[in-house]
């Protein structure tokens, strides 16, 4: 189930308030000066079209959400989605998400890291491109706040296995904790496109959630 094309973005659409590139960044994360206030901040790696940033902001105002995405034309879909819904607290980063981790983000500043569906690299030769790595995971266990969590959710079993049991490895992140699935509210109530085009067609969707101690 690969990605579609995307429908056009309003050029009407003002999306400087929700769209930045990983270049124009300032040397270090300043969560306050990017939402324009302080609030506990999560972090999406791969926010594809924005789905989850979409319902995470709205339905979460008292916090402030990053979305990562390093194809150019999903982020500005992303930034568009959440400029047509007016989210103060939601801001999309065109970039590379390990490389943002390693370099911009600092120690314990985040409340969450989401990381949905990821791109499997399904050849053991490329599986060293996986996002979900020993240097990345290190990162997010650094940038977690005491009581933060790590969500990851795949519809592919061997990376869902394989990264249950390289986090132990990696850190020492408390899990892996169950998250249990519910039913959908409208067609549009899951985290991202990906879960629902994976639910809708009855396959299934492997979740869990680490808690840094």
Request: aromatic fraction near 10%.
């Amino acid at each position: 189930m690969g990605r579609r094309a995307l429908p056009k973005i309003d050029p009407s659409l003002d999306l400087s308030r929700h769209f930045r590139e990983a270049d124009s960044l300032p040397p270090v994360c300043d969560s306050a000066a990017l939402f324009g206030r302080a609030a506990p901040l999560e972090v999406e790696v791969g926010s594809g079209k924005g789905l989850f940033l979409a319902s995470a902001s709205q339905r979460h105002g008292e916090r402030n959400f990053l979305g990562i995405e390093i194809s150019f034309k999903y982020a500005r879909f992303a930034a568009a989605r959440l400029a047509k819904l007016k989210s103060p607290n939601a801001v999309v980063v065109c970039g590379d998400g390990l490389a943002l981790f390693s370099k911009w983000i600092p120690d314990s500043c985040l409340a969450a890291v989401h990381v949905y569906f990821p791109d499997p690299w399904w050849k053991k030769r490329h599986r060293r491109r996986r996002v979900l790595n020993v240097t990345f995971l290190k990162d997010v266990e650094r940038a977690l706040v005491a009581g933060g969590s790590l969500h990851f959710w795949t519809d592919v079993e061997e990376y869902f296995q394989t990264t249950l049991e390289l986090i132990p490895q990696a850190t020492k992140l408390a899990g892996p904790l169950p998250v249990s699935e519910r039913a959908p509210e409208h067609d549009l109530d899951y985290r991202t496109h990906f879960e629902r085009r994976t639910r809708l067609h009855e396959l299934p969707v492997y979740r869990a959630e680490f808690r840094k101690q």
